[in-house]
């Protein structure tokens, strides 16, 4: 059963560092998403992705933050300048249509900022 | 924007007695809800959903209920079993392409 994966699964950085989190969504999917999860609280909405361009973002998804698919597979979220709060679980999710459709979630990246 | 209220936050029930999670939401636009189970140190599995055009949907020992006047939707679980101990979302799509507003959770413990 194809599923979403994600990569790193843990990342460790320097505050003001940039990372990258990179995730593979399912092949045929064509809307991609990013979420995090501070612990012990809810997911939340980052940024939708088609069509090569961001179709929505929340308030957290400020200009720190970038997405880019660079190769037709990887989906990818930056951060370049990380702060103390942003360490949390990163998930990407992918699905076939939109609106109304399945989103399937990766295992998740587990950020931490020290 | 959408807001999505879930209760209780916890909930223990002995292995083959039913639980339910119940959420309500705000944004009338809303279509699209589903229910997704995470397991510690894992991302979010979607268990079921459910459309607006829908009130009820089953599968196997997992049922969801939509109420949309009422802008509640609940997730129904019989016969619970030790490894339905999660926490448990619920979920209501925001926006124009989909992007899903999260509940904060509930904890279920399934006592053997």
């Known amino acids: 059963e194809p599923e979403v994966t994600q990569t790193p699964s843990h990342q460790v950085t320097q505050m003001g560092q940039e990372v990258i989190l990179r995730c593979v969504p399912i092949?045929?999917?064509?809307?991609f998403y990013w979420y995090r999860q501070i612990l012990g609280q809810k997911v939340e909405f980052l940024v939708s992705?088609?069509?090569?361009?961001?179709?929505?973002k929340s308030e957290i998804f400020d200009d720190q933050f970038s997405v880019e698919r660079p190769d037709g597979s990887n989906f990818t979220l930056k951060i370049r300048s990380t702060k103390l709060e942003d360490s949390a679980m990163y998930f990407c999710?992918?699905?076939?249509?939109?609106?109304?459709?399945?989103?399937?979630f990766g295992p998740g990246t587990r950020l931490t900022v020290l | 924007g959408e807001n999505v209220e879930q209760h209780p936050s916890t909930l223990s029930v002995q292995e083959g007695d039913s639980a339910v999670i119940k959420c309500t939401y705000s944004?009338?636009?809303?279509?699209?809800f589903p229910w997704y189970k995470q397991e510690l140190g894992k991302g979010p599995q979607l268990i079921i959903d459910?459309?607006?055009?829908?009130g009820e949907k089953k599968d196997q020992r997992i049922a969801v209920t939509l109420n949309k006047t009422a802008k509640h939707f609940s997730l129904h679980i019989t016969e619970t079993q030790p490894e339905d101990s999660a926490v448990y979302f619920c979920?209501?799509?925001?926006?124009?392409?989909?992007?899903?507003?999260f509940g904060k959770g509930t904890k279920l413990s399934v006592k053997p």
């Open positions: 999710a992918s699905s076939r249509q939109g609106v109304d459709n399945e989103q399937f």
């Open positions: 092949s045929n999917h064509l809307y």
């Open positions: 992705f088609y069509n090569n361009e961001i179709s929505e």
């Open positions: 944004d009338s636009a809303s279509n699209y």
């Open positions: 459910i459309r607006s055009n829908v």
């Open positions: 979920a209501a799509n925001g926006g124009s392409q989909g992007n899903l507003i």
